[in-house]
């Protein structure tokens, strides 16, 4: 099997990015991760591509083109998907104009309830019976194209904010591997 050549995008602790390339060591896991771009020169996650000799960019979202930088860093690796993994920034219509390959996202609620920031309080705060993470393709709008694959539990009387947050990260380690191994299953 070819594995299909794999970018991810991170903002911090980058615990997604650590799973992805450890589930890319198995010969039948369908990409490798090749390139990782950070928007943040102090997010946590890089450490995963230093260790792992992943090349790395980070990036000034506030810089003109910028978006030029990082498309041209896809070519070079012959980036076939981008995976975002807690990437805090919209991505821009230019680069999804310029990228026409595949870009997914993971998101720590089940779309479409709960789009955007702050997630867990607002879970809470609508007294919601049960909540997860959906990985889901991304286009122009906030957390809004198809769905890939959503992940799914009951709360407890007992949860908050932490504590749903846990939760939901332990999902999303098996959400987002199931998700790609979905995607290069049927081509
Ligand atoms: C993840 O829980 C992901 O769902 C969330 O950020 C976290 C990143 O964790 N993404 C979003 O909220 C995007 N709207 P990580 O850096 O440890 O992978």
Redesign the pocket.
């Known amino acids: 099997m070819v594995k299909k050549n794999t970018c991810v995008f991170?903002?911090?602790?980058?615990?997604?990015?650590k799973n992805l390339i450890k589930r890319s060591r198995d010969y039948n896991f369908p990409i490798n991760v090749k390139f990782v771009i950070s928007d943040n020169i102090n997010a946590y996650?890089l450490k995963y591509a230093k260790q792992n000799s992943i090349p790395f960019l980070i990036i000034n979202t506030k810089k003109r083109n910028y978006e030029n930088k990082i498309i041209n860093k896809l070519n070079k690796y012959h980036i076939s998907l981008v995976c975002l993994?807690?990437y805090?920034k919209i991505i821009s219509k230019k680069f999804l104009i310029k990228f026409r390959k595949k870009i997914i996202?993971?998101?720590?609620s089940l779309l479409p309830k709960f789009k955007?920031?702050n997630?867990y309080s607002r879970v809470l705060k609508f007294k919601e019976k049960k909540t997860g993470?959906t990985v889901h393709y991304v286009n122009e709008k906030l957390?809004s194209g198809n769905v890939i694959i959503k992940k799914t539990f009951f709360i407890n009387l007992h949860d908050d904010e932490i504590s749903l947050k846990k939760r939901?990260?332990s999902l999303?380690y098996f959400a987002f591997p199931e998700a790609i191994i979905k995607i290069y299953s049927n081509n």
């Open positions: 991170i903002s911090g602790k980058g615990s997604n990015l996650g993994a807690g805090m996202n993971i998101h720590p955007g920031l997630t993470c957390d939901t990260q999303e």
